[in-house]
Structures are given as C-alpha cells and as structure tokens.
T-cell receptor, first 117, second 114 residues
C-alpha cells in the first residue's frame, strides 16, 4: 500500500521567515517518484518538483529547496524568506506501480501555508 | 502554449442526475488523468486515459466513467449523482502515459450536488 503523510495541517508564518513542509511516504517499490504541487486559492495545482527514488541530491530553485532522504522516507520542502504570494496549500505526492501494473499518484492531505505580511 | 482547460468551471446538480465534465489537455499531450478533491478524502485518482484507452482506474464505483477522443480531449461522466459526489474535479495532462511524468493540472470543475 502506498501512503503519503503530511502531518502539518496548517502553518502560519510572518513574511521573510523560513518554513519547512514535511512529507513522509511509505512504499514497497524500489523505483518510485515523488512530487510537490502547490494549490493557490484559484484551485489549479502547480507542479513544483519531481524526484525519482535513485536521486537523493537536494535541489534548490530560487527560494525553494527540497531535502530527499530515503533512509527516513522523507521528502521535505523548505521555502526561504517566505512571501505572501507563497500562501497556498502544498501537496506532496508519490507515484508508484499499483496492482494493475500501472502507476498512479497518491497525494498527501496537504499543508495549508499562510504567510502574514 | 495554452494550459489545460476544463469546462464548465462550476456546476450545480441534484441527486440522481448525471453530469459530464470536459477537459482539453495541453496541445501535444496524449495522457489525461482525472482526480477528485474533497475536504474529507483529499485528492484521489479517478482514471487515466492515453490514446483513447483507459490505462488505469482508481477505486471509484462504476458510476464514474470517462473517455478520451482522438484529439486527446477527455470527458468524465458521473451518473446517478449522490451528495458525496460534490467535489472539485481536476484534470491533468502529460505528454506520456504513467503518472511519473510531470502532470499539468487544469483549474478544475466544482460540482455541487443538492
């Protein structure tokens, strides 16, 4: 069974603070993919990053960075110097092969980030 | 390139009715996936279509069905609507099949069942 846990339901920070969103996953696959998506109030999910299970390098993109650790089954997301525009719901997702032999995305429950001015 | 478009954006139906939602993927994308988002169950995978064939299906009752046309546009249908079908239905497209590819999402159709 595949499972993605985002234990933080809601986080509130003040602008310019750094914030880390946690994601813990469970899978029996050796090959799998992890994603982060952002859902602003408009509702459209915006792709942020994809990481495959063989690539444990951390990634930085501007104010965003991701820490993938297979040993702890975690794929955490950090926003540095947060801005009001970062306010959104952030989803972590896992893609792995199902019993059907096909892959599907399983999403975590999401973390709502509120950045106060 | 135009993004993924979904129509209609909002829909109100009553129990027992049926509904059809439409999704136009990004030009050149052949895979279309559908997801249901509710406050209680979160984001759940409904099905994936590629080249007019359903490749994968989530754990939803047979009242939920879909299809894909030769131009990659997709529709999903929900028959005999129930109150619990009220949700945001999201469509996502990608160039290739399989959900390990980057998927681009549309704005969704918000369905309210009264």
């Amino acid at each position: 069974a595949q499972k993605v846990t985002q234990a933080q339901t809601e986080i509130s920070v003040v602008e310019k603070e750094d914030v880390t969103l946690d994601c813990v996953y469970e899978t029996r696959d050796t090959t799998y993919y992890l994603f982060w998506y952002k859902q602003p109030p408009s509702g459209e999910l915006v792709f942020l990053i994809r990481r495959n299970s063989f690539d444990e390098q951390n990634e930085i993109s501007g104010r965003y960075s991701w820490n993938f650790q297979k040993s702890t089954s975690s794929f955490n997301f950090t926003i540095t110097a947060s801005q009001v525009v970062d306010s959104a719901v952030y989803f972590c997702a896992l893609s792995e092969e199902q019993d059907t032999g096909r892959r599907a995305l399983t999403f975590g429950s999401g973390t709502r980030l509120q950045v106060q001015p | 390139k135009a993004g993924v478009t979904q129509t209609p954006r909002y829909l109100i139906k009553t129990r027992g009715q049926q509904v059809t939602l439409s999704c136009s993927p990004i030009s050149g994308h052949r895979s279309v996936s559908w997801y249901q988002q509710t406050p209680g169950q979160g984001l759940q995978f409904l099905f994936e279509y590629f080249s007019e064939t359903q490749r994968n299906k989530g754990n939803f009752p047979g009242r939920f069905s879909g299809r894909q046309f030769s131009n990659s546009r997709s529709e999903m249908n929900v028959s005999t609507l129930e109150l619990g079908d009220s949700a945001l239905y999201l469509c996502a497209s990608s160039q290739l099949a399989n959900s390990y590819n980057e998927q681009f999402f549309g704005p969704g159709t918000r369905l309210t069942v009264l």
